[in-house]
């Protein structure tokens, strides 16, 4: 079984294994701005959590696109789409920073999240929408937590960025500028995550970008 379907892994079995969701993202400050981290980042590993199954022998990378909205923006998706608008009131009715994921896997979708506030980096995942939908009553809503980190690097491959979820599949998506990595490059990335958290498994590098993939469907 490859890593084909995002959404599956990222969102929807974070949830139904839960562990001790964290709703302030247990206060920790995060290295974030939505400056830095508007833009396209390649997924080029994962730190798995205990449940991540050990026969997943492959890993494919894809591409997310980070872009910010406001509560005016998704709005107006609200108005123009046919469906219950009550499942994104969470997002529209308060001030915050709300951001969209647009992930280009087989069956590209957005997730939009709103910040969470006095936590930098700390964002509440509310909505999805598959990006061929035109309905919200189709749209799945979410109350998953997860935390927005870059890491500096000394190199000339640039920052990582990492998403820190709350779930027993994933611990952190790790993103990067450019596809590709080594276990070497990331280092950084499992030393700051084990002292955040506690022992963690040996990351695992994406075997190759989804387009390749595809060439083969």
């Known amino acids: 079984m490859e ?5 599956l892994y990222l969102i929807l079995l974070s949830r139904t294994e839960a562990k001790g969701i964290s709703w302030s993202c247990d206060d920790y400050q995060a290295n974030f ?9 390649h997924v080029v590993a994962i730190i798995p959590e205990k449940l991540f199954p050990d026969n997943q022998n492959k890993l494919t990378c894809y591409k997310v696109e980070f ?9 107006w998706l609200v108005n123009n789409t046919v469906g219950s608008k009550h499942k ?19 069956r590209p ?3 939009w999240s709103k910040s969470v506030e006095d936590v930098n980096g700390c964002f509440k995942q509310v909505l999805s929408l598959d990006t ?8 799945i809503t979410h109350d998953d937590m997860m935390q927005l980190h870059l890491l500096e690097t000394n190199d000339q491959a640039g920052p990582f960025l990492l998403q820190m979820l ?7 998506v790790v993103y990067r500028r450019h596809e590709g990595v080594t276990q070497e490059e990331l280092k950084p990335v499992y030393e700051m995550t084990s ?7 040996i990351p695992r590098i994406c075997d190759r970008p989804f387009r390749d993939v595809l060439k083969e469907i």
């Open 3 to 7: 890593l084909l379907y995002p959404l």
């Open 33 to 41: 701005t939505v400056k830095e981290v508007v833009g396209t980042w």
């Open 67 to 75: 872009s910010e909205t406001d509560a005016a923006g998704l709005q």
């Open 88 to 106: 994104v009131d969470r997002l529209t009715n308060s001030e915050g920073t709300i951001i969209r994921q647009r992930y280009h896997s087989e």
């Open 109 to 111: 979708f957005d997730v």
């Open 132 to 139: 061929d939908k035109t309905e919200l009553s189709k749209a």
């Open 166 to 172: 709350w779930g027993r599949m994933i611990s952190v």
């Open 195 to 201: 002292e955040l958290r506690g022992p963690q498994r």
